[in-house]
């Protein structure tokens, strides 16, 4: 098994923590100390600091390179994505959004080699794609680190349109913007290249990004969102995919009591299925 996943528990863990507890300490820097993630060659190394949401889908260059949905190995494994929120000292709230791949950004476009994506947003979870953050220009107007309102029309995709199923004409999965309306600035910190982080080898390269939540307009109403939201990346390609579905927001103390009683549940019912 090459793969790792942490995603399920972790969610909903974090889900109960105060997700503004850690304001004014995410720096886009490209630097990810500041996210409690830690390059140590152990696969504890993935998980950041209480109150950071996140997805860990570490692959390696094992059964033939297969990633989700297309194949590449770890040159296009998406490895990790990363978001927590923060209202700074200004009073203005900010999302933070961090990636780990083993995508080298300067990856050409051409020939068998693409290039990377552009962090994509979908609020109400409803499958049109409402905003891109651009990791690199993208048009004559449309520049790197631009956050840009979109709707899936304004979308290049990728090769497949199911997992393992070659069909670049009918593929859903987004990889960057094309087109859509430049709503104001995030600020983009790429790092250079780097190693031991997790337990399958290889080179990884980390983005961090930090949005206004003003750009988002209605989506976001003060200090947290108004809707529940996917945050995805991928390169052009999509060859792999990588999603974080956040929770809404912090439960209420009932809903809290909801979660952890599903929680058990789900515990419960995992340990019955290994007797
Ligand atoms: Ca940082
Ligand atoms: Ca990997
Ligand atoms: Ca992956
Ligand atoms: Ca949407």
């Known amino acids: ?8 528990l972790c969610l909903a863990l974090c889900a109960a923590t105060p997700l503004a507890a850690h304001a004014g300490t995410i720096t886009i820097d490209g630097n990810f100390a500041d996210w409690g993630i830690t390059n140590n060659g152990t696969a504890a190394g993935w998980t950041p600091k209480a109150g950071v949401l996140f997805v860990v889908e570490d692959q390696s260059n094992a059964n033939g390179g297969y ?11 998406a490895e990790a994505l990363y978001l927590s929120w923060q209202t700074k000292a200004n009073g203005l709230t900010y999302l933070d959004i961090a990636l780990i791949t083993g995508h080298d950004p300067s990856t050409p476009t051409g020939g068998n080699s693409y290039g990377r994506g552009d962090f994509a947003i979908d609020f109400g979870r409803d499958g049109t794609w409402d905003f891109g953050i651009l990791t690199a220009n993208r048009s004559a107007t ?3 680190g631009d956050v840009v309102a979109t709707t899936n029309a304004n979308w290049a995709t990728g090769l497949w349109s199911a997992p393992a199923v070659y069909d670049p004409a009918h593929s859903s999965y987004v990889t ?11 600020a983009l910190a790429i790092s250079s290249s780097f190693v031991n982080m997790g337990t399958l080898g290889g080179k990884h390269w980390f983005y961090e990004v930090e949005i206004p939540v003003a750009n988002f ?5 003060g ?8 945050v995805q990346w991928t390169m052009l390609c999509a060859n792999d995919v990588i999603t974080l579905d956040p929770p809404l927001a912090v439960p209420e103390p009932a809903g809290l009591a909801l979660l952890l009683g599903g929680l058990g549940l789900a515990a419960g019912t995992a340990r019955r299925r290994t007797k």
Not at 1 to 8: E, I, P, R, S
């Open 1 to 8: 098994m090459n793969k790792n996943l942490v995603a399920g």
């Open 67 to 77: 990633l989700n949905p297309g194949w590449g190995g770890q040159a296009y494994d």
């Open 142 to 144: 449309l520049h790197q």
């Open 176 to 186: 960057s913007v094309t087109d859509g309306t430049d709503v104001g600035d995030a």
């Open 217 to 221: 307009g209605s989506y976001w109403q």
């Open 223 to 230: 200090a947290n969102p108004a809707e529940a939201f996917d």
